[in-house]
């Protein structure tokens, strides 16, 4: 399919099986572990579940790619599976990853506390600080990872000035592009070697499966692909379905979340209950610039404080009636989370306070609810304030 072809028609016909699997409109399901030997050289060629390559993961991955205008995707087990694999493809004993300051916390944890078991050393850096990348540079740097859009303080950093950064240091770049989706944001038009995301979130946008993926260059797929293998984070081929069948309705599922939550965003801006609301469609967000430049949209997520505190907060949620209390996000519901209890309890109480992450920071993931029920529903659960 043409690279100029719209996204909201790639959604639908980029990486069908031409023909149709038995006349199928409607991918089918190949739910079988492994297939018949047809003469395959290669191990990685031979068709296997594990191996990612069974139909339903080939048709998926072509989709992927198509939408991120990128040679090449794989699906794997979860989005930490993506990004985990990633990391560990192209870092090594005695290697060094810059890595941004404020993550989701799983990633956070991984890096925290876990490369350093493989001996792999890191630092992390200041997205909006582009002198403080360069202090913490060094001879065995070989890869820069950053979020487009932060969880859960919803920073954007300046992305084009994250690749260039690593192009003239010769850097692998790897954006986590979960909270714009393709539909707001495609990093490989932008220069970013790597794309990952939580499929599990908008992609998908049903909450009812885990998986992930990460986009880009043929090449730098394939050496994915072979430490995936050996990992063992494949995605099962029900869920390939489901997420295949889930990614045709993004362009009209995000253009709602992206509309809902600049709505809801400015309600609670206006709100006299409401200590901080972090959004960067809102043009009174420090991060709004940034956003501007590289979004097409603004995305369904943001993150705000309360005054009074966390027990303020907690009963803010409780009062909710159409804002599930729930982690994870993305899905066509409302959700409230707070990022301390749930996304980011894996980090200490130093860590957290040091990216900013308090215990009364609400995050929430605006669902495509009528806007009229959704701010008459926080209007009234805001009433204690």
């Given at each position: 399919m043409k690279k100029n072809t719209k996204i909201e028609t790639k959604l639908i016909?980029?990486?069908?099986?031409n023909p149709r699997i038995g006349g199928a409109v409607s991918m089918p399901i190949f739910q079988s572990a492994m297939y018949e030997y047809c003469g395959e050289e290669k191990y990685q060629d031979i068709k296997y579940i594990r191996l990612n390559n069974t139909p339903n993961h080939i048709v998926l991955q072509e989709k992927l790619a198509a939408?991120?205008?990128a040679e090449s995707a794989l699906v794997t087990a979860s989005g930490m599976a993506s990004i985990t694999a990633s990391l560990l493809t192209f870092l090594e004993k005695g290697d060094h990853l810059l890595v941004q300051d404020t993550l989701y916390g799983g990633t956070h944890t991984f890096v925290n506390h876990e490369i350093e078991k493989w001996g792999i050393e890191f630092d992390f850096i200041d997205g909006n600080n582009l002198n403080n990348w360069e202090e913490k540079l060094r001879p065995n740097t070989k890869v820069i990872y950053v979020e487009s859009i932060t969880n859960p303080l919803i920073k954007v950093t300046d992305l084009k000035a994250v690749v260039e950064f690593a192009k003239n240091h010769e850097l692998i770049?790897?954006?986590?592009?979960t909270f714009p989706s393709p539909i707001n944001f495609r990093p490989t038009e932008w220069g970013f070697d790597l794309s990952c995301h939580s499929c599990t979130k908008y992609l998908n946008g049903h909450s009812d499966i885990v998986a992930g993926c990460v986009i880009g260059s043929k090449n730098l797929i394939e050496k994915i692909t072979h430490k995936l293998n050996h990992l063992g984070g494949t995605l099962d081929p029900h869920a390939c379905f489901l997420l295949h069948r889930g990614i045709k309705t993004l362009s009209l599922r995000m253009e709602r979340h992206n509309a809902n939550a600049l709505r809801v965003a400015q309600f609670l801006e206006d709100h006299p209950g409401v200590d901080k609301v972090n959004y960067p469609g809102l043009e009174s967000n420090s991060h709004h610039k940034n956003a501007k430049r590289y979004f097409?949209?603004?995305s369904?997520?943001?993150s705000f404080e309360l005054k009074g505190g966390m027990s303020?907060?907690?009963?803010?949620m409780e009062k909710l009636n159409f804002s599930i209390i729930a982690p994870s996000l993305g899905g066509v519901e409302s959700l409230v989370t707070l990022p301390s209890t749930t996304s980011h309890s894996g980090m200490s109480t130093n860590e957290r306070k040091n990216s900013g992450i308090s215990n009364s920071l609400?995050?929430?993931s605006v669902g495509i609810e009528h806007m009229d029920d959704l701010i008459a529903d926080l209007k009234q659960a805001l009433e204690l304030h």
């Open positions: 016909h980029s990486g069908e099986p939408l991120e205008n770049s790897i954006v986590d592009n097409d949209g603004f369904g997520m943001l303020s907060a907690k009963q803010f609400i995050r929430m």
